[in-house]
C-alpha cells in the first residue's frame, strides 16, 4: 500500500508560479512511476506530468513548456508550474504505480484568477 499527500495548491494570479509537492509513504520501494494529474468537474481526469523510474518524463499537451515534475529525493515528487493561465484552474492529484496499482492522493485546488 501506499499512501500520497499533496500540498502547495492555492491561488495565484495568471502568469505567477506555484510548486506542488507529493510525499509518499509506505510500501514505496517497489514504485515504478509517479505523476501528476488534474481534474474539473464535468471533464475526465488529465495527465499533467508522468515520471516513471525509467522511461521518458510525459508532459500533458498544455503544460509543456511551463510545468516540470522532478523528484525531490526517493520520497517526493515536485510539480514547478510557471506561468500559469486560468485554464490550469483544477484539482491536482499526485499519482504512484506499484507492482500493477495505482494509488491517488486527495487532491489539492489550485486557482488562477486575478
Known amino acids: 500500500q501506499v499512501q500520497l499527500v499533496e500540498s502547495g495548491g492555492g491561488l495565484v494570479q495568471p502568469g505567477g508560479s506555484l510548486r506542488l509537492s507529493c510525499a509518499a509513504s509506505?510500501?514505496?520501494?517497489?514504485?515504478?512511476?509517479m505523476g501528476w494529474y488534474r481534474q474539473v468537474p464535468g471533464k475526465e481526469r488529465e495527465l499533467v506530468a508522468g515520471l516513471p523510474n525509467i522511461g521518458r518524463t510525459k508532459y500533458g499537451d498544455s503544460v509543456k513548456g511551463r510545468f516540470t515534475i522532478s523528484r525531490d529525493n526517493a520520497n517526493t515528487v515536485s510539480l514547478q508550474m510557471n506561468s500559469l493561465k486560468p485554464e490550469d484552474t483544477a484539482v491536482y492529484y499526485c499519482?504512484?504505480?506499484?507492482?500493477?496499482?495505482?494509488?491517488w492522493g486527495q487532491g489539492t485546488q489550485v486557482t488562477v484568477s486575478s
Open positions: 509506505g510500501s514505496i520501494g517497489s514504485i515504478t512511476a
Open positions: 499519482k504512484a504505480e506499484r507492482l500493477g496499482s495505482h494509488y
